[in-house]
């Protein structure tokens, strides 16, 4: 079993099946010795796990950063699927759109969530160079959307 | 004639002179093999086709696809006027900013306008990664922006 | 001493040490030739020059230009700290998130404080393609954030 897997397992997480694109895109698309992958939400089962804006009078911080690393857990998952060895796969930026309420300043905390993740999982490969913006609101009502790019062998 | 510009006459459109950049930067940069193409909006001959949010109160949602449609072509208007030949031009990722009202949800059927009219240009190549993301405003009151990342060959 | 260095020395402007990241990420990664640059704020000495949205009732676009500054300063620092020569560094790639209040439309103009120092500090190797869109908020109460993605040399 590879080490991502393995710790995935310790960590009592299954890499989801990536949900289907919501329009008319690809999940991943390699070209110059990078992947892109498509924004990532907080889908489990085609099903957001979270709705709405995060700060004062809408979700915690802490819920936040539940829906940023399911983000990125999904963006593993399309690595997964599109055939990329998570044990060759290098995490390079991140950028986390954060659905805010008016003046919530704490977007780097709730991409945490995500950025975290990515280290546990890939340990040094997941550690990457990141942007974490807010935003007033997201495709189907999520609360975070993560864009990855990555390098990656199949 | 190209297969791209071949269909672009099929379906009735004419490639955009590309609008001058709007501010102290270049329209398209080519790097370690991917283009970066510059943030483009709805500007047909220097105006702004549609102005305004999207979402409910604000713009109707087929009116944002088609603002993310011009977005496109502008885009691919680019390209051409940097050189590139669309039929050995592929777009990797696109991230669609829509301008919207508060609570809106359709960012993705909105920058499906954009992503349709590269695959009905391009063909497979132009099937991308995508990013769909709400924003409160855009310059110059656009209700769409879209960034393309290509590969492509002069 | 460098081109850079010594035209940061005209413009009487210090390079400043990179602020630590804001969170469980790197500063800077480079993957297939490219370096991508963490999201910079407009922070001196670890604290913020300017907080706020831009726009009317907020800070004046002026005042957005100069933290667009700082953030362009700061993402040169970083490239610096880093270990690249400046005088090899070539900016692919600006993406500024504007902190705006609703309806204003002026984006571009703020980002051009960021695009304008690029070019006078770098010269051709800092003129860059762009994108500036408008956010709600941004981490800290930042009015603005500077994505950068260049090439260079250590």
Known sequence: MSRARRRL???DLTLPSPPAPAGAYRRAVEAAGLVFVAGQLPLVDGRMILQGVVGDGG???EEGREAARQCALNALGVLAAEGYDLDRTRI???TGYVASVDGFEGQAQVVDGASELMADVLGESGVHARVAVGVGSLPLGAPV???V??????
């Open 9 to 11: 397992e310790e960590m």
């Open 92 to 94: 390079v930026r991140m």
């Open 145 to 147: 959307e993560l864009e």
């Open 59 to 61: 979700l915690p911080v």
């Open 149 to 154: 790019i990555a390098t990656g062998e199949r």
